[in-house]
């Protein structure tokens, strides 16, 4: 098979779909691998890195699409680049369509077959190929929070940590799934006081233990969340269903519960956002004042640490790679119900439930898929 990975044209976004060690690895196994020039110029990976590793190298991105039967990347594939995807290529990256109509439609108009990262799962009910971007964009959220907050930035200029006779931050911190364990574990450390909600009496059973005291656990419900507010500097929302819209937790007319200058952070937002009022913002202009509150919504958080990130997700995403790679998408299905799991769309059919849910578009099983093809 010819593996192809493209430069990330998203703004700001630095991460590489395919580290050198994934190329060499794919390579041993008998492919061709293709990887447009720069590539990996952001993590810190040069084209002669690649080279040595036994990849080609391509001028465009053109080249990349027009030759591989494998498009690996990191960030969902931008118009342009949807355009430029046939039908039966498989595409292996993220894709986050609940909130994007946009990008579903080219996708089932390009008939390609496309596997989203974020709903791979594992014999742990866990999202393996979500969770290391998670844990990078969860210790984000509390120190690009902390930068909002500052008066400059028009936060209300409190100091996370406090200082002797001065109290600390208030942050709140809403689901405690990999992303709010990794942002409690920043916030907890930067000394803030920590509230960590979540429905799971089982999860903040687990972080009470974990953190032997060092934060506050609370059941979340719409009570809770509204009490919390007027005390709170800053918010951080970590709520995920797998492959859904995230649900809105914060209204705009709660806004008006929360002190001037108060911050939220949704780490949510490649899903559409836990906050009624969030909209996805870059890292060149990452946050935005409504109502006087502080928002950073950046869409592609992890990419701010380029090379701890692709690494990261070149570990986990490998393996799934390579099945990919040798047995075809096919085969490499069938052997892996989890992997199964992260077909969202095949030859011009969406086959992801929440997805159609979300977008109200007819879905076809990939049960039935996987054994029509």
């Not at 579903?104 to 866990?126: F, H, K, P, R």
């Not at 859904?244 to 780490?267: E, H, I, T, Y």
Request: charged share 20%.
């Amino acid at each position: 098979m010819k593996i192809g990975c493209p430069r990330e044209i998203k703004p700001q976004e630095f991460r590489v779909g395919l580290t050198p060690s994934a190329a060499q690895e794919a390579i041993a196994h008998g492919h061709d691998v293709l990887v447009e020039s720069g590539a990996g110029i952001g993590a810190g990976f040069d084209d002669d890195t690649y080279r040595a590793a036994g990849a080609a190298i391509a001028d465009t991105a053109e080249d990349v699409f027009a030759s591989a039967d494998m498009i690996v990347k990191v960030k969902e594939p931008q118009p342009v680049e949807r355009k430029m995807l046939r039908e039966g290529q498989l595409l292996f990256t993220y894709l986050h369509l609940a909130p994007d109509p946009e990008q579903t439609n080219d996708l089932l108009e390009s008939g390609c077959t496309a596997i989203a990262y974020e709903t791979v799962t594992d014999d742990a009910g866990g999202l393996p190929l979500l969770a290391p971007m998670s844990e990078v964009a969860g210790r984000l959220a509390p120190q690009s929070g902390a930068w909002a907050l500052q008066k400059a930035n028009g936060g209300s200029g409190v100091l996370m940590g406090g200082v002797p006779g001065v109290r600390p931050a208030n942050v709140a911190i809403i689901g405690g799934g990999v992303v709010g364990a990794a942002a409690a574990r920043v916030a907890v450390g930067m000394g803030a006081n920590v509230t960590v909600l979540d429905r799971s009496v089982p999860r903040l059973s687990y972080l009470d233990d974990v953190f032997m005291g060092r934060l506050t656990t609370q059941y979340s419900d719409k009570a809770a969340v509204e009490e919390l507010l007027p005390r709170m500097d800053m918010i951080i929302g970590a709520v995920l269903i797998p492959g859904a819209a995230a649900p809105k937790l914060v209204s705009r007319d709660q806004l008006s519960l929360l002190k001037p200058g108060s911050v939220l952070v949704d780490v949510a937002i490649d899903q559409g956002g836990c906050f009624e009022t969030s909209r996805a913002t870059t890292h060149q202009d990452p946050i935005y004042d409504v109502d006087g509150i502080i928002h950073y919504c950046v869409a592609n958080m992890p990419g701010a640490v380029a090379r701890t990130s692709t690494i990261a997700l070149g570990n986990a995403t490998m393996p799934y790679m390579l099945a990919l790679a040798d047995k075809g998408w096919r085969q490499a299905c069938a052997d892996d119900p989890h992997l199964l799991n992260g077909l969202n769309v095949h030859a011009g059919k969406l086959t992801y439930y929440a997805v159609g849910k979300a977008l109200g578009i007819d879905v076809t099983s990939p049960q039935l898929v996987l054994r029509a093809a």
